[in-house]
């Protein structure tokens, strides 16, 4: 008895002390959970400043509300409560069943006027809680039969309801955990969902289905968001996505039922004005990033809400005016939609207290639109047996249109084959024609050939007689004084030959000593000595001529040879000495080089064709000065590389690009017949190499060679 009459007094003094103006809540049954949202005292801090002391002599407002409802607001609010444990347990567990509130911290008023603090929210990561659940819980330590006071500070960027519920750790798990069981069936119903349009996306590549399942993804996503469990499962570790989420995922909510809609409904053909407002809101819709980047909480979820209440309208006006035109698809979509915004109705009517919150409101939003993608998804299985039926009527449209085609073509038939037979008649007389035409171009082009071959020659002919007639002139020449030597050395030897005969030895030697003084035989021993060099010489050089003929030609070597391409050059130069003009300088910058395989016969007819257009070239400037021909050779890779420059006239663009075609020549007619680089470029490809032509008017031309090491890798 003594004990009941403190307790109650204590009651009495604690009320007295905390200046409690509210009624304060009694728990007393351990097994039922309690909401306290009518119990609680509201006060809204508008200038987001006032400290845990300040609010507590402001004045508070009853709330009078199961579930006070705080709307979007930016300003901090203030929620008062006293609770008194007349129940068993000593510890009590108060849960905010609002996951997404960005902030919440609850104050324990003690006796001695100090207090305790509790401070959670979105700012921080999930693991920081303490406690593996999306809703706000803490636990208050009340003595049994014992009062204490506990203040609440919230604030949110979204809609801020507080269903508070009190009671014990179990009560609370067993209601949750219903929670999370039916969570769980939308969840699975819309996976579901998902992946049967995913499925029938892959069969039929129709990008609707696609944006449908993107649809479905993000409809879900914005449940497990709103629910909390996308901060507590997909990114527990991530503060500013919890915070951004709630305007994030439903945007691209939107935006994806915006497309799907577009495409379901071909609003384009069917109601290009709704169309066009549909892209009106899809912009609204990503302007509301801006915000939401910018940590506008506020403006970010005002801008959501009134797209999503504009898009929502709209879709329905779109669907109703293209189901008038007896489009099945906006019929089904009229039903789903209905029952989506049904939903929505029932969600926004609890938010203003209309509605009392209770589990049907809770649901309201996941039943909508689990319904809503059930019926969509009905819809667009019929469209496949639309789509279905309009192949079947066009494939019996495009058997009859067959049949008539063949008819029309047996008709046809007739008619071609009679002009089939004329125009064949025709063809083979203009292709004997064209024959007759092909045989004589070939005649023509082989002639051509064979006198570029024969100018060529003639070319290689005059070289070859000047350079061996200079030897030659000069082993003649040295032949008479030869002769005259010899019959004095004869006349000599005469004379000796008579001492055998005379009795007079020294009478005869006097005569022999004078017509030696007479002939000046130290004389006649240098000149023969010398006129025999000179024949000598001339033998070599005739044989030097003889062996670069043989070097050039290379007619005992038909086939695929190791040479040293410094020899071709060499012989060539040989075989053109006597076309270079004297002012010419020949530069000779020879590299080091392995032997190439190669036709070696052809390789040295690219140099004579090249040499002797540069010395053409070199020739037909106006004014000689400092002329050069120089050649260079050096080794890239697994190339050679021979670059022939001269001082030449050069060439345009124009010519350069042509200077390979067949029978194209710069110069006059009767000079050239055109086929002397057109040869060149056939031989060198030939031998898998490649030529490049640097040149321009009046700086002369360089021709760069690259020709394999190996011709046989290159086959």
């Not at 506990?150 to 979204?158: I, P, Q, S, T």
């Not at 302007?287 to 506020?298: A, D, G, H, M, R």
């Amino acid at each position: 008895m003594f004990s009941k009459a403190f307790a109650l007094w204590s009651v009495i003094t604690l009320a007295i002390v905390f200046n409690l103006s509210a009624q304060t809540i009694v728990f007393k049954d351990n097994k039922r959970l309690l909401q306290i949202g009518r119990y609680l005292e509201l006060y809204t801090d508008k200038s987001n400043q006032l400290s845990f002391e300040e609010v507590q002599h402001q004045s508070f407002s009853p709330s009078g509300q199961d579930v006070p409802n705080l709307q979007i607001t930016p300003y901090t609010q203030w929620a008062r409560f006293s609770i008194t444990n007349n129940s068993t347990a000593n510890h009590l567990m108060l849960e905010v069943e609002s996951p997404t509130i960005d902030d919440i911290t609850i104050y324990e008023r003690r006796p001695d006027g100090s207090y305790a603090t509790t401070r959670l929210g979105e700012f921080v990561p999930f693991q920081a809680r303490g406690y593996d659940h999306q809703n706000y819980r803490f636990k208050l330590a009340i003595p049994r039969d014992s009062t204490k006071q506990y203040y609440l500070r919230v604030k949110a960027g979204e809609q801020l309801q507080l269903p508070i519920y009190l009671g014990t750790a179990e009560t609370i798990y067993e209601k949750n955990s219903r929670r999370d069981i039916i969570f769980g069936i939308y969840i699975g119903v819309i996976l579901a969902m998902a992946f049967y349009n995913l499925f029938i996306w892959l069969s039929t590549r129709d990008k609707s289905y696609l944006t449908y399942v993107s649809y479905i993804i993000f409809v879900g996503l914005t449940q497990v968001t709103l629910q909390g469990y996308a901060f507590r499962f997909l990114w527990p570790g991530s503060s500013w996505l919890a915070m951004h989420s709630t305007v994030l995922v439903p945007v691209f909510n939107g935006l994806t039922a915006l497309w799907f809609i577009q495409q379901f409904l071909s609003t384009r053909e069917n109601y290009p004005l709704g169309n066009k407002l549909i892209n009106v809101v899809i912009g609204l819709y990503l302007l509301c990033l801006i915000p939401t980047f910018l940590n506008k909480y506020v403006m970010a979820q005002l801008f959501v809400q009134f797209d999503a209440f504009i898009g929502a309208l709209l879709v329905l006006v779109v669907a109703y005016r293209i189901s008038r035109k007896g489009v099945n698809a906006a019929m089904f979509f009229l039903l789903a939609w209905s029952v989506f915004l049904l939903s929505i109705f029932v969600f926004v009517l609890r938010n203003f207290n209309v509605l009392p919150y209770n589990n049907f409101t809770f649901y309201a939003l996941q039943i909508g639109s689990g319904l809503e993608v059930l019926l969509l998804s009905f819809a667009l299985a019929h469209r496949i047996n639309v789509f279905k039926a309009e192949k079947e009527a066009s494939q019996q449209m495009a058997l009859a249109i067959s049949m008539e085609n063949e008819r029309l073509v047996r008709e046809q038939n007739i008619i071609l084959e009679s002009k089939v037979k004329d125009r064949t008649e025709d063809l083979q007389a203009t292709n004997l024609e064209l024959n007759n035409a092909l045989t004589t171009l070939k005649e023509a082009q082989t002639q051509l050939v064979e006198k570029e071959k024969m100018a060529s020659l003639g070319q290689l002919t005059a070289g070859i007689a000047h350079e061996i007639n200079n030897p030659i002139n000069f082993v003649t020449s040295n032949i008479k004084p030869l002769k005259l030597d010899i019959a004095d050395l004869e006349s000599l030897l005469e004379k000796y030959n008579e001492l055998h005969t005379t009795q007079d030895i020294p009478g005869t030697l006097a005569k022999i000593n004078a017509f030696k003084r007479e002939i000046d035989i130290d004389y006649i021993h240098e000149e023969i000595a010398s006129l025999i060099k000179g024949i000598e010489d001339g033998a070599v050089r005739t044989a030097e001529i003889v062996k670069g003929l043989r070097t050039f030609s290379r007619l005992d070597e038909s086939d695929v040879k190791s040479i040293d391409i410094h020899e071709g050059l060499d012989s060539t130069l040989v075989l053109l000495r006597n076309a270079i003009p004297s002012y010419v300088n020949l530069i000779k910058d020879y590299g080091s080089l392995p032997k190439i395989e190669c036709y070696a016969g052809k390789v040295n007819q690219v140099f004579m064709n090249i040499f002797s257009n540069a010395i053409n070239a070199i020739k037909s400037k106006p004014v000689h000065g400092n002329e050069f021909l120089s050649i260079k050779t050096a080794q890239e890779d697994n190339y050679v590389v021979i670059t022939i420059k001269d001082s030449g006239i050069g060439m345009s663009d124009a010519v350069k690009e042509k200077i390979f075609d067949p029978f194209f020549t710069t110069k006059d007619v009767g000079e050239g017949t055109g086929l002397g680089l057109s040869i060149v470029f056939s031989i060198i490809e030939k031998h898998k190499g490649k030529i490049i032509v640097n040149s321009a008017p009046g700086e002369g031309a360089e021709f760069i060679i690259y020709l394999p090491l190996h011709i046989a890798n290159h086959l």
